[in-house]
């Protein structure tokens, strides 16, 4: 070993370690090299889909204003201007740090693009004031929508292709293998939206915060928690690559000195706090001397229920006469296939628990009940299925083709835009659900959930929808009900068109 190597080896390892093995940092730092070379990746490919979502939203919106104004004319005006605009967005994403991998919630990530948007209508308008036209200057906040619909759908279609190509989920470590820690690595590997990938456990000799945690998803048999290892010790392990980030499941976990936790050799380090019942969306990180404290905000600040009920109102009645002419060629298609109603109206749950009778294009035969009844009293796993999801993967009871369309593509729930006028539904809420649903869960939830007006789309029709199971329903209305914002209700609205035509656990 030389002089370098030696004092390399010494630097890294503190008294009580064993000494650093230096004739594996190649095989180390080619791991470390290629977690780098993902996270850049990443990057790069979100970078990507933005310039694809911007240079598009420039395109329509330079075409339909020529085709407004007629003026060919315009068009070459325009071309240096694009390019000038295109250079804009792409830099304001940049400033707010929409491109960091550490950042990978979809929902601050939306906060900052509308951030990002809002701060290029500024700054465009400010350098077109002296512009040759109102045309012009109005192309600004168009470009502005336009893209930030488009960056998100795009960012949605992207996010699918890195969750399922596994590069999306960064190698986490737990500190600490008791209860607290096994818990939250059954929550996160249950739930890989969070973008992090557990790997192992770090051994702190200590079991705090053994407490069980009633959020967390229930331990099933072949639990993959059981199969992770624990990889050394608090005082004698060092990342070697495999992992970049360090997870503390409690506060109570944390060491008595920082250094502990720098000595691991990880990029980032991670504190969980249960804030219970708190509101925990857009919180806010205050520093005060000698602790940290974090802000929470309140569900009234600044989104009352007449505002929502405004934007309830006006999308609502605009989405309807658009779509009046697709409910009316399915009204026709289902008489076709099978005779009878082409609607039907059906009891649900609502608000304050009263009782709504919500209207839905009929995508199950006459006699669907029945043919329900004979699946479930003859195959055990179709019953089984239908106890956790209310839902069957392989349903008799649908109509051929015309049902099925409908059902993937959640377009038997268009009538429901007449609830949402007649004001006991919301366009965003947790799902009004029958009395045999609503029952299986525990009475605490149930009285949450009829808190709040139900919803024609929200938070579980955008992740999980069908493929989650009580548990996932459960925990996703909860953070929805606890975190209202307008924020979070456009996010959802803009989130539900990419949702539905990927159809992922539709059924």
């Known amino acids: 070993m030389s002089n ?21 940092r190649s095989r180390r730092w080619a791991l470390a090299d290629s977690e780098t070379r993902k996270r850049l990746l990443v990057a790069a490919i979100r970078f990507a889909g933005d310039i694809a979502s911007c240079s598009l939203a420039i395109v329509l919106v330079a075409m339909t204003a020529v085709a407004a104004t007629g003026r060919i004319d315009l068009a070459d005006r325009l071309h240096l201007e694009m390019w000038l605009l295109l250079l804009l967005l792409l830099g304001t994403n940049c400033l707010v740090g929409l491109y960091r991998t550490n950042v990978r919630d979809p929902l601050e990530r939306f906060r900052l693009r509308a951030t990002a948007a809002l701060l290029f209508v500024f700054a465009g308008v400010l350098m077109g004031l002296r512009a040759r036209s109102m045309v012009e200057l109005a192309m600004v906040p168009g470009v502005a929508a336009v893209a930030l619909l488009l960056g998100v759908w795009i960012e949605h279609l992207v996010y699918a292709l890195l969750l399922k190509s596994g590069i999306y989920r960064a190698p986490a470590v737990i500190l600490g293998s008791g209860t607290a820690g096994r818990a939250l690595a059954r929550l996160l590997i249950n739930r890989p939206r969070s973008g992090l990938r557990p790997i192992g456990f770090i051994d702190d000799g200590t079991s705090p915060g053994d407490t069980v945690d009633e959020s967390a998803p229930r331990k099933a048999a072949g639990d993959t928690v ?7 010790t608090l005082d004698g392990w060092y990342a070697d690559g495999r992992a970049e980030v360090a997870i503390v499941p409690d506060c109570s976990c944390l060491p008595p000195s920082p250094a502990a936790l720098y000595r691991l050799g990880l990029r980032q380090v991670l504190i969980v706090t249960r804030l219970g019942d708190f509101p925990a969306f857009g919180l806010q990180v205050r520093n005060a001397d000698c602790f940290v404290a974090v802000e929470l905000n309140g569900q009234s600040s600044g989104y009352s ?45 609502g608000q304050f628990g009263r009782p709504i009778r919500i209207s839905k294009l009929r995508t199950m035969y006459n006699d669907a009940e029945q043919r329900l009844a004979r699946s479930l009293e003859t195959d055990p796993d179709l019953r089984k299925q239908w106890q956790q999801h209310f839902k069957l993967d392989k349903d008799e009871r649908i109509l051929p083709y015309v049902g099925r369309l409908m059902r993937r593509a959640s ?3 268009l009538p429901q835009l007449w609830n949402v006028i007649r004001g006991n539904m919301s366009l965003v809420g947790p799902r009004p659900f029958p ?35 009580l548990d996932a329903q459960r925990a996703e209305d909860s953070f929805y009900i606890r975190n209202q914002s307008l924020w979070l209700d456009l996010y959802i609205l803009i989130a539900t068109l990419p949702a539905v035509v990927a159809a992922k656990g539709a059924r």
């Open 4 to 24: 370098a190597d030696a004092r390399l080896a010494r630097t890294l390892s503190p008294s009580g370690r064993k000494p650093f093995d230096v004739g594996g």
């Open 226 to 232: 059981d199969a992770l290892p624990v990889l050394g």
């Open 435 to 469: 009395d045999y649903h609503v029952n299986a869960f525990d009475p605490e939830f149930r009285e949450l959930r009829a808190s709040v007006p139900p919803g024609l789309t929200g938070l579980w029709q955008i992740s999980s929808r069908s493929d989650g199971d």
């Open 305 to 349: 229920r007449q505002l929502k009920r405004s934007i309830d109102l006006a999308i609502a009645s605009i989405l309807l006469l658009l779509t009046a002419p697709l409910i009316g060629l399915f009204a026709i298609a289902i008489k076709l296939v099978d005779p009878g109603p082409a609607f039907y109206g059906q009891w649900r749950i």
């Open 411 to 413: 377009l038997d729930e």
